[in-house]
């Protein structure tokens, strides 16, 4: 049945180009038959495939739509003139239909399509309409084609970029509906030219083009596979600037037009038209601006530790890339933390941290990095800083933390162990520093706490095995 539908489709193209070259030019009942046929044919096979299961079963929906749509138009247009009122308002229509179509294909296993496209889609359509009612009404065939034109390429512009959002590539369907979309937009720019009035001057190899449209989307359905959409949410994101442009761009040229409205030679309409796309752009500049402040605290929730409000393991990653000159690196951890919790509540071990981390930020300067890695594990960089001088803040940092503490009538006394290291021990990135700095570490908690340092890889023997050296409190 589906290879019927999709063969009639292909087979009706050249019969039409025939019948087109060899009649007068004016429509026939075959015409309109042949004309019929990929439409009703690709129209079927896309609500047969809304009847199956997600993720794209109301994008096919849709697009059943728009295709009845479109050829009900292009039909009645073999009937009468060729831009009357009804099939201009089947041709509005169907654009609407493929909007919402290209939108629901695209948002089904897309989950960072962002819902402010559908605005965007408010701003073209509205800037299209403005532009498409420029003219006199006698000229309103060649202002049909123009909106048809730039609907097209709107829609040409929101496939391909929506569609490769997060690195993937356009599928086989996405490619069909661009080449689809390519060939109307093409057949409309190419009908501009012959229009004068409403009828159609030649049909011709236009009218064919225009059915490839249809033909394409016929075989879209069955392109690629069904693909489940992921159950991960998404963190608020905008979409690229290359997609704001669409927008942006009939904004402008909304603003150009009530300009030249002031001067009395802009249609009522275009002048309504134009203002409304203008106010439709300050609602969509009001939602992306909302949508950064969004990104802008996921952002910053995603580098801060929730208990402490200090930068997390991945913010420490993105200071020590950052580096542009040497620097030490400080890896505390807690000693006797666990007895905390087991004996008087993790309530209480979380107050311990808290307090922990205030006292810690008392010793160090603004230009200095305390974060918290997870646990009772904390790490501080000190830009600038050599070997001495972090084994000196480190002491202190030491006596800072092993001061005894109250909670209510509960006095704590814990011990710390940290590790030392520098940029100079390491040449591999920011993981060999933790890594460096781990190790330091945990030679100072065999020892019962303190400090130890990574000694530098040029103060031993080439042959000798790495070994640690312990640091004692400066005088």
């Keep these: 049945m589906e290879r019927a539908l999709r063969a009639s489709a292909v087979a009706a193209l050249p019969v039409l180009g025939l019948v087109t070259t060899l009649g007068s030019g004016a429509p026939s009942p075959l015409s309109a038959v042949l004309i019929a046929i990929p439409y009703a044919a690709c129209a079927a096979l896309c609500l047969r495939r809304s009847r199956g299961g ?10 059943g739509l728009a295709m009845t749509t479109a050829g009900l138009g292009e039909v009645w247009a073999t009937g009468e003139p060729a831009h009357s009122p009804v099939t201009d308002i089947l041709s509005v229509l169907s654009f609407v239909l493929l909007y919402l179509f290209v939108g629901l294909l695209l948002r089904s296993d897309r989950p ?38 730039l609907v097209f390429l709107v829609l040409i512009l929101l496939v391909v970029i929506g569609g490769t959002l997060g690195g993937r590539r356009l599928d086989r369907t996405l490619l069909l509906v661009v080449a689809g979309f390519a060939a109307a937009g093409s057949a409309d720019g190419l009908s501009m030219p012959g229009h004068s009035g409403g009828a159609l001057a030649e049909p011709g190899f236009p009218l064919v083009l225009s059915l490839a449209l249809p033909t394409l989307l016929a075989f879209a359905p069955a392109a690629a596979p069904q693909r489940r959409r992921s159950d991960k949410r998404s963190a608020p994101s905008i979409v ?13 040229s909304s603003v150009l037009l009530l300009a030249i409205g002031q001067s009395g030679r802009l249609p009522a309409w275009s002048g309504v038209l134009a203002a409304a796309c203008v106010l ?12 950064l402040r969004d990104l802008r605290d996921v952002h910053q929730q995603a580098r801060t530790d929730d208990l402490t409000g200090l930068p997390n393991r991945r913010a420490l990653y993105e200071h020590l890339d950052a580096l542009a000159g040497p620097a030490s690196l400080l890896l505390l951890d807690l000693d006797g933390f666990k007895e905390v919790n087991d004996s008087i509540g993790h309530a209480a071990g979380d107050q311990v941290l808290a307090q922990t981390a205030d006292r810690i930020k008392v010793v160090l300067t603004p230009q200095q990095v305390l974060a918290r890695l997870g646990g009772d594990e904390f790490a501080i960089l000190l830009p600038g800083a050599s070997l001495a001088e972090a084994a000196d803040l480190a002491w202190r940092i030491h006596v ?13 006394r814990l011990g710390v162990s940290i590790g030392v290291t520098g940029t100079h021990l390491s040449h591999n990135g920011s993981g060999e520093l933790l890594r460096t700095a781990d190790i330091a570490m945990y030679v100072a908690k065999r020892r019962g706490g303190g400090v130890a340092a990574y000694e530098p890889p040029a103060q031993r023997p080439a042959a000798a095995p790495p070994r640690e050296i312990e640091l004692s409190p400066l005088p």
């Design 54 to 63: 997600r993720p794209r079963r109301a994008a096919w929906a849709v697009a």
């Design 112 to 149: 960072v399509f962002n819902d402010g496209i559908w605005l965007d889609g408010v701003v073209a359509g509205l800037g299209i309409a403005a532009l498409a009612s420029l003219g006199t009404p006698g000229q309103r065939g060649l202002g049909v084609h123009l909106a048809g034109l």
């Design 240 to 252: 690229g600037w290359a997609m704001l442009s669409v927008p942006a761009f009939f904004a402008v």
């Design 280 to 291: 439709a752009a300050f609602g969509r500049a009001s939602l992306t601006f909302r949508e």
């Design 400 to 412: 800072a933390v092993t001061c005894p503490s109250h909670l209510g009538e509960t006095q704590i």
